[in-house]
């Protein structure tokens, strides 16, 4: 089974500063006949559902803001905020979707400094 | 516009049994995969169950395998968990989620807002 695991658990950013979290696979969620990697990121706010940000590894979702980006590939990926705004205060998860099980990593809790 | 609610969910006793629905609207059903996911009181997420638009294919967690079971009555639009043989680990809130292809490589665009399921004595 895919393990993932993201780094760091919780990070605390100035309004208007870069936020960056780690994700990386136990192996290659890389699907050579397509080349893409099958890795998605979800935000959960508070007493919400998780929601999808991007997924192909760097694709975002219709509607989420350009502040929000996605890299990487093979075993090792990153979520960037780019200017982190008070909305943007949640958990952030990485699942890969590569193979079931499917694996969610344990999360990154963002947070204004 | 795309809809997923959750039911089913209360409180039972370990060793018990709840069936959860997830009612779907919006989408044509049949095309698409979908999963449950649970959270537990202040945890991560945890992938359970899906089950393939494509063909019915279903997959589980090694934690409910053989104690859970994924179905769904695609004239109802309406997307089922069996939870058997409950534990105390059990207890979260479970979400039903579609996914954006028919396939099992998928990942997740819509989620309900989610069942609370408590297993207690």
């Known amino acids: 089974d895919i393990v993932m695991t993201q780094s760091p658990d919780s990070l605390a950013v100035s309004l208007g500063e870069r936020a960056t979290i780690s994700c990386k696979s136990s192996?290659?969620?890389?699907?050579?006949?397509?080349?893409?990697?099958?890795l998605a990121w979800y935000q959960q706010k508070p007493g919400q559902p998780p929601k999808l940000l991007i997924y192909w590894a760097s694709t975002r979702e219709s509607g989420v803001p350009d502040r929000f980006s996605g890299s990487g590939s093979g075993t090792d990926f990153t979520l960037t905020i780019s200017s982190l705004q008070a909305e943007d205060v949640a958990v952030y998860y990485c699942q890969q979707y590569y193979t079931p099980p499917l694996a969610f990593g344990p999360g990154t809790q963002v947070d204004i400094k | 516009e795309v809809q997923l609610v959750e039911s089913g969910g209360g409180l039972v006793q370990p060793g018990g049994s709840l069936r959860l629905s997830c009612a779907a609207s919006?989408?044509?059903?049949?095309?698409?995969?979908m999963t449950w996911v649970r959270q537990a009181p202040g945890k991560g997420l945890e992938w359970v169950s899906m089950i393939r638009g494509s063909d019915g294919d279903t997959y589980y967690a090694d934690s409910v395998k053989g104690r859970f079971t994924i179905s769904r009555d695609n004239s109802k639009n309406t997307l089922y968990l069996q939870l058997n043989s409950l534990r105390a680990e059990d207890t979260a809130v479970y979400y039903c989620?579609?996914?954006?292809?028919?396939?099992?490589?998928?990942?997740?665009?819509?989620w309900g807002q989610g069942t609370l399921v408590t297993v207690s004595s």
């Open positions: 989620a579609k996914g954006v292809s028919s396939y099992s490589r998928t990942c997740f665009d819509c």
């Open positions: 192996q290659s969620i890389l699907y050579s006949s397509d080349n893409k990697n099958y």
């Open positions: 919006g989408f044509t059903f049949t095309s698409y995969t």
